[in-house]
């Protein structure tokens, strides 16, 4: 996605000057990803010349190529958090009709999805018809289609059931059922369309273009109304291959945007073409064909506010209290507790444990060694304490331990690249030529890249 926003970047915004700041900060930073202008270094051989360049990332969530340890990391706290039950799969999408209004208020109205969602589940999760019970989900927010067309959604990973009310019980689901999708649809239309009413009438909503003719309250009434007649989409389905590979799945769009660089085919002229999957035509795989400066513009639709969070936890995961909740559910469950530090033995622990003596030549009868074990095991619990003192210094020597030896590791790594055999001829190192640090702050100037010419 780079190298075509280096090439037809101008071209799109001399065709959309009026293109949001955000949205264009974010694009020259796409362009500028692993180019000099985010720095790197440059090393060329010292006997046949062949040169190495390597230059930083933007590390954008936007960007397509970067964000993959982040990905990573992401995914394995979420596993970590994973109850013992079957997990559903729930789609909550808007209807196209509400795009050109979203595009001119996002922050707003991708709140506003967030929170319908959310109460849609809350309510009716916690009627005593459907399940009487507190539900958790992980929300994540999509705004594309495979066709990079503007298709806000959200994708929420349910757990099959929830904490009773009162907290003392685990309310199970059935194993394919969790709540009626007729009325998921019509409970989350009822309470989007009555936040975005609400907004209207507090003046928090922008028109321009086609939504000009929305600021009049009669218009705005007519549209509202046949949204209200629309039948709003809510897909369920219990992820067929467990909860871990929905994550995985979900991962692939948490750290970037619409795209990913696999799905360029080429690129002729002014044209690119994109390979995406048709689900209407049984997810067969073909091939897009757009002009760059319209790829650029459907890129463009998805860029968020600057700072939205767009991976969020409701109900059970919520973050606040989120540990003690989840252990009520694993104790509940009959489930070992998941714990993200080593746990120090406890008193009971300890006196249960045998204590092996090794008998000297001069040692006392066994019965006075069952006697100095019994005493022993008394005075493990006395010293209990400073047990857990001792382990957090040498839980602190450790991390400062592990925090050294990654400097060491980094500076040899420096030293080691100073020193690299050129894979070229063989017999030449390869030196530093170039080297120049990420830019850092808000009126950093970058310096002109290196002429690499």
Known sequence: MGLILRHFLPAFLAHYPRTAPGVVRVLNALAACRTPAFGGHVAACTQCGHTDYHYHSCGDRHCPGCGGSKRAAWLQRQQRDLLPVPYFHLVFTLPHELSALILGNRKLMYDGLFASSSQTLQTLGADPKHLGA??????????????????????????????????????????????????????????????????????????????????????????????YAMNWVVYAKKPFAGPEVLLRYLTRYTHRVALSNGRFVRVEGDRVTL????????CQRKELTLEAVELVRRFALHILPKGY??????????HRDRTARLQQCRKLLGAPAASAEPSVPCAASAAETPIMTIPSPTSAPAAKDTTAAVSRNQACGADLQDNVSAARMLMLILAATETLAWI??????????????????????????????????????????????
């Open 134 to 227: 507190r539900l958790g989900a992980l929300m994540v927010l999509h705004t594309w289609g495979q066709q990079l067309q503007h298709h806000p959604h959200i994708h929420a990973v349910v757990p099959g059931g929830g904490l009773s009310l009162d907290g003392t019980t685990w309310v199970a689901s059935r194993g394919n059922y969790l709540l009626p999708v007729p009325v998921l649809g019509s409970l989350f239309r009822g309470k989007y369309l009555a936040g975005l009413r609400t907004a209207y009438d507090a003046g928090q909503l922008q028109f321009a273009g086609s939504t000009a003719g929305l600021a009049d309250p009669v218009v705005f009434q007519r549209w509202l109304s046949g949204l």
């Open 275 to 282: 390979s995406y999957k048709d689900y209407a035509d049984g």
């Open 408 to 453: 060491l590791a980094v500076l040899l790594a420096d030293e080691q690249r100073e020193r690299q055999r050129c894979t070229e001829c063989g017999r030449g190192w390869m030196a530093t030529i170039w080297e120049r640090a990420r830019p850092r702050g808000r009126r950093h100037k970058p310096a002109p890249p290196m002429d690499t010419s």
């Open 309 to 318: 969070v767009r991976v969020r936890q409701m109900g059970l995961l919520a």
